[in-house]
């Protein structure tokens, strides 16, 4: 089964809201002379300072507002209340969300997120009408200790417990090793499918064949300019959670261009 690829670009703790929107702006120049089904899904996380300045300025570009979807880069699993400092799915819907990235391993590792709250907050999204972009994947330690199937088996299990079938299905999975996220380290291409394809194995033991063909799982982790087309040409890479790459617009319209080149 064909699945449409995703390029997200997740900006991180970075740019000031008129920095976001001339990045945006550069962006959606270059999309703009694509259609689906040539152009991937293009996903752009800004900080929640600038959400609405870039979701002010994606709507005017003749597209009807869908080449660049927008996705907030964490979220609280409740709808409102004491809170300080959060913000909740609908909040994000709010400010021109469509996806809400969870369990980012900075937010697991500085911010002590668990995979009970990751689970908490895929439910909450996928109630709210938002798509989740749940990230998982090992540190090194991990990895040399041969452990690394293991734990993203099990951090996926847990991610989607109790979700329904037909969610899981348009949800998106991020597999990003630790070790290659900001290291310039990318993942081989080859084993970074056979994790991705670990995973999809681990979605159908738990959604079902239906869900593990359609979800759309991305590989994350020092993707470049250079890396995406070998990464796509790959059988279960359906796309890319880029950070670096993507706070320069010659390099992630580059990466958009690669993909294309491969991904039909
Ligand atoms: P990177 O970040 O591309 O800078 O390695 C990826 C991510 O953290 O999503």
Redesign the pocket.
């Known amino acids: 089964m064909s699945r449409k690829p995703i390029i997200?670009g997740?900006w991180?703790m970075n740019l000031l809201q008129s920095e976001a929107k001339e990045l945006f702006e550069g962006i959606k120049s270059f999309v703009k002379d694509y259609t689906a089904p040539q152009l991937p899904t293009v996903v752009i996380a800004p900080t929640f300072t600038s959400l609405c300045a870039v979701s002010s300025v994606r709507c005017d570009c003749g597209c009807g507002g869908n080449k660049i979807s927008v996705a907030a880069q964490n979220c609280h699993w409740e709808n409102s209340g004491a809170y300080t400092g959060e913000i909740s799915v609908e909040m994000a819907k709010d400010a021109g969300c469509d996806y809400i990235?969870i369990g980012?391993?900075?937010r697991r590792q500085y911010f002590s997120e668990t995979d009970e709250m990751i689970n908490k907050k895929a439910k909450a999204i996928l109630a709210g009408g938002l798509i989740p972009i749940i990230?998982c994947g090992e540190t090194l330690e991990q990895r040399e200790a041969g452990i690394t199937d293991e734990h993203i088996a099990t951090q996926i299990r847990a991610a989607l417990s109790g979700i329904s079938s037909e969610d899981v299905a348009k949800s998106v999975i991020?597999y990003?090793p630790i070790w290659?996220?900001?290291?310039?380290k990318t993942c081989d291409s080859v084993e970074a499918n056979r994790v991705i394809k670990m995973i999809r194995n681990v979605v159908k033991e738990v959604s079902g064949s239906e869900a593990a063909d359609s979800i759309r799982i991305l590989y994350?982790?020092?993707?470049?300019p250079s890396t995406i087309e070998e990464q796509m040409s790959q059988s279960d890479i359906d796309g890319?959670?880029?950070?670096?790459?993507?706070l320069k617009a010659d390099s992630f319209n580059e990466i958009i261009a690669n993909t294309m080149k491969v991904a039909v």
């Open positions: 997200a997740n991180k990235i980012h391993s900075e990230c991020a990003e290659a996220i900001g290291t310039g994350g982790g020092s993707v470049k890319a959670l880029v950070g670096g790459a993507s």
